[in-house]
Nanobody
């Protein structure tokens, strides 16, 4: 059973960096041929794909977020992480990590507010 769990602060101040980690169990982030993704869903809006990291470490980003987003991984901990710089209240959302579209974390609420 593949399981993903997001972790990170629930409150971030404007202009600061949002940092989240996804811990994976039941699979290796370096195996297989599928991406490990980050999504978010702002209140009252649809799901937005933010980016992904492949099993080979290649990274892919949404064009609209590319300038502010970085995805990395720690293979020793079987984790991958999201960093979003210069956040604004518009970045308030539930953030999800996923393996493709098949396995999802439960999501974590991040609020950007002073």
């Amino acid at each position: 059973q593949v399981q993903l769990q997001e972790s990170g602060p629930g409150l971030v101040k404007p202009s600061q960096m949002l940092s989240l980690t996804c811990t994976v169990s039941g699979d290796s982030i370096t195996a297989g041929n599928y991406p490990w993704d980050w999504f978010r869903q702002p209140p009252g809006k649809g799901l937005e794909w933010m980016g992904a990291i492949g099993s080979d470490g290649s990274t892919y980003y949404s064009p609209s977020l590319k300038s502010r987003t970085s995805i990395s991984r720690d293979t020793s901990k079987n984790q991958f992480s999201l960093q979003l710089n210069s956040v604004t209240p518009d970045d308030t959302a539930v953030y999800f990590c996923a393996r493709g579209l098949e396995y999802w974390g439960q999501g974590t609420q991040v609020t950007v507010s002073s």
